[in-house]
């Protein structure tokens, strides 16, 4: 009686089995159980299980986005890129409360047709790229793994420059996809994560608030003009730290673009243990900022092969305070005009934004307006800075006042050609005075700038001397200086003074 009820109770269990569609397989006298893959219940939505063929060549948008609102629609759950596939996709959404995750050896990779990407990424101005990856209105979402999310850069470049690409002309709508667009977010985590090739802007956080990027390695094309790599617009409460960035135009920029103007101030943001690389501005404040940009932390981090090392680049009539740059490494030299900057290792600037017909010219500035106007920049401090450059740290604004309180201390700079482009330029674009301005490269070319503070910072000239490499120091029509222990000579000592004074001061 007791081995039949045995056997009665393992024909219910192996029965109960099948019918639920989990294979076991007896081996010797015990049962092995062979669970492909857990249904919804465990919170798990494998993109392939909803249609995704991941051989590269077919377009899988729909069925991630069916394993996305499959997750979302049951409370949450983690959506997984299985490893070992290459998944093609035009845009799909992010939804709440979902994890999703690229495993290992596995590839998202943005469809190359132009025709599938539709929605702009700055609402109705169309004239600055598209959304691939998008998401609005989002808690709790977390885009992780050690796959590969690959915006297909180079696809939606024209022919290939020297130092550049060529951007395709069009009429109305820019189709170059911006690789990930969140508008609205609250608690995004992105992490260890390899994001690679955008056309456009790679992560872009629009109005966001709590937000973690943590490890992730984002390599973009040096020649794709526009490729930023984080850019974060009117959000708060962010830190980025351990992340490795290439990209052509600007790694890290804080901004707060105009088509947004309704999410406030970008604040509270703090920056740690990054190293990066760029063809324009390694880390950048604006030079979109129509509100407040201000309590930023920015710490050790390593700047390698860029054209500008930390710029502050105000053009429009917000502000920019209580920000500080410590312990940094910067290794800046020249490129071409295609790029701005003139191998500036630290830039602070405030010039009201130049008039003209850019494509986009209508929503630069205020709504009804042909001419803008720039904020303050006030209460920057550098601290514990080495730098080596092709041109030295430029400070101005356009008129004595509208960048004030500026610190310097144990900023030191060795000056010194690296490239055969000629220098002795300065690049103030985009602004309503002259652009690229000629002048002598000095370490620190301070103009109409006023409460500047330099204490315990050094000067050396390295190498060949250009005949334009000048001063230690060089004011134009400035204010109140304060120097404190400033150790260096001129380029040609004897010939050229140390420090010369323009102006007031």
Partial sequence: MMYNRFSAITIFFLLFLLSSGIQATPVSDTVSLHISALPEQEGIYNIKKYGAIGDGKT????????????????????VIVPSGGVFLSGPFDLKSNIEFCVEVNAKVLANPDEKVYIKSAFRDNKGEGTIWIGGENLVNVTLCGAG??????????????????????FT??????????????????IRDLNIVNSAYWTVHLIGCDDVAIDNITLLNS?????????????????????CYIES??????????????????????????????????????????????????????????????????????????EVLFSNIIIDSHLFSDVWWGKAEPIYVTAYARASGNHKDAGWRFP??????????????YFSNIKCTSENGIYVGGESVGKVSGITFDEVDLQIGKITPIKGGLYDRRPANVEGIIKGRTSAFYID???????????????????????????????GEL???????????????????????Q
């Fill in 59 to 78: 377009d899988n948008a729909r069925a991630i986005q069916k394993a996305i609102n499959a997750a979302s629609a049951a409370g949450g759950g983690k």
């Fill in 148 to 169: 590969t999310i690959d915006g297909n850069g180079i696809s939606f470049m024209g022919a290939e420059l020297e130092d550049s690409y060529v951007l395709k002309p």
């Fill in 172 to 189: 109305n709508v820019d189709p170059r996809p911006h690789l990930l667009t969140v508008v609205a977010g609250k608690n995004i985590r």
């Fill in 222 to 242: 040096l020649k794709v003009r526009n490729s930023d790599g984080i850019d974060l617009d009117h959000s708060k409460n962010v830190r980025i730290s351990n």
């Fill in 248 to 321: 052509g135009d600007d790694c890290i920029c804080l901004k707060n673009r105009r088509e947004y103007e309704e999410f406030g101030p970008c604040e509270n943001i703090t920056v740690s243990n990054c190293t990066m690389t760029s063809r324009s501005c390694a880390i950048k404040i604006g030079s979109e900022n129509m509100d407040r940009i201000s309590h930023v932390v920015i710490n050790n981090c390593i700047i390698k092969k860029s054209n500008r090392g930390i710029g502050i680049q105000n053009r429009d009539e917000g502000t920019v305070s």
């Fill in 367 to 380: 709504k009804g307006e042909i001419q803008g106007r720039v904020g303050e920049v006030r209460n920057i």
């Fill in 448 to 478: 109409k700038a006023d409460g500047v503070k330099i204490r315990n910072c050094a000067v050396t000239w390295a190498g060949h001397k250009a005949d334009y490499f000048a001063h230690v120091l060089e004011t134009h029509d400035s």
């Fill in 482 to 504: 304060k120097i404190i222990n400033l150790e260096g000579e001129s380029a040609f000592p004897g010939k050229v003074e140390a420090i010369k004074h323009y102006g007031r």
